[in-house]
């Protein structure tokens, strides 16, 4: 009997094949294609329309960077917004700073949380179970349009750029989000692999750049977003100053913190750029 696969179909003209040991739901879930597939490799993983958002063995090298630069660097956040990031990973990870009070997350898809609940608990339970997550189901552009209130960091943990993330990558969200900032506020966005996604990375980060006044980007490497290296868009009031924060000072913020994928000296080292993705911003 010959094995089943699925491929990865976000990139045109290449695609990556994963071996499916167990389908563990397949089914639109009204705003998009939700799979769940159980891979040798990468144990339990989550595709929507096509793209692999998250597995087991390989979020953290996602949702560490994406979380703890930011927190790290800055070392006063109190208040996080999280738009998408629905598997509640990257919340998890946020939360283990003992200082934040509150992470508010909006995410679009109700399936993709309830589904992520069931399939990941190792990255999400401690999450649900913290009295500083609330999390609300609805489209998160909007929320930051009309929301009053203010927050110290922004993570958006989005799709790519087609489908309900699409508007995510636009100069108004980030906009919207920057009128959101406190003062020394950082955003951080899921910005693509630039190797694969040239024109989408060099649009979102223009967009960011616009709305924002600066942006640059910093990078990890995850192996299902194959292609290279990921880059994490890197804006706001207090993005600049925060990025020369000294290793020791890094070290010490994240104490008590235990990381597979960051330390303060992969830290420093993701904000160093090949030339062919520094041009390109
Ligand atoms: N956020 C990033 C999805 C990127 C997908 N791209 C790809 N497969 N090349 C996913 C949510 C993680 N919390």
Redesign the pocket.
């Known amino acids: 009997m010959s094995a089943r696969w699925t491929d ?1 179909t ?2 045109e003209g290449v695609r990556m094949g994963f071996e499916v040991r167990r389908t563990l739901h397949a089914a639109d879930t009204g705003q998009q294609r939700l799979e769940l597939v159980e891979n040798p490799v990468f144990g339990t993983m989550m595709l929507l329309d096509g ?4 597995t087991s063995a390989d ?1 953290f090298a ?2 560490e960077m ?1 979380a703890h630069v930011p927190l790290a660097a800055h070392g006063g956040v109190r208040r996080v917004l999280i738009i ?7 919340a998890e990870e946020v939360l283990k700073h003992r200082d934040l009070e509150r992470v508010v997350q909006v995410e679009i898809d109700p399936d993709v949380v309830a589904f992520a609940r069931d399939h990941f608990p190792e990255l999400n339970a401690a999450a649900f179970a913290d009295p500083r997550f609330e999390i609300k189901i609805g489209d998160g552009a909007k929320f930051v349009a009309e929301t009053q209130d203010h927050f110290d960091l922004i993570l958006v ?4 750029p087609a489908g309900p993330g699409a508007v995510l990558f636009t100069e108004t969200f980030y906009r919207d989000c920057a009128g959101r900032l406190a003062p020394n506020g950082i955003i951080v966005t ?1 910005s ?2 630039p190797f ?2 040239g024109d989408a990375f060099v649009a979102g980060l223009g967009a960011l750049h616009r709305a924002t006044g600066d942006a640059s980007c910093y990078l990890t490497v ?1 192996p ?4 290279g290296h ?1 880059a994490l868009g890197w804006a706001g009031p207090g993005a600049a100053a925060a990025r020369h924060t000294a290793e020791t000072v890094l070290a010490e913020r994240m104490a008590g913190i235990a990381t597979r994928y960051w330390s303060p000296a992969m830290h420093h080292a993701a904000f160093a750029l090949p030339p062919f993705i520094a041009e390109a911003l």
């Open positions: 990865e976000l990139h793209a692999v958002q998250v979020e996602y949702h994406m998408g990031g629905g598997d509640c990973g990257l943990d989005s799709t790519d899921q693509g692999v694969l996604q995850v299902t977003y194959f292609g990921m």
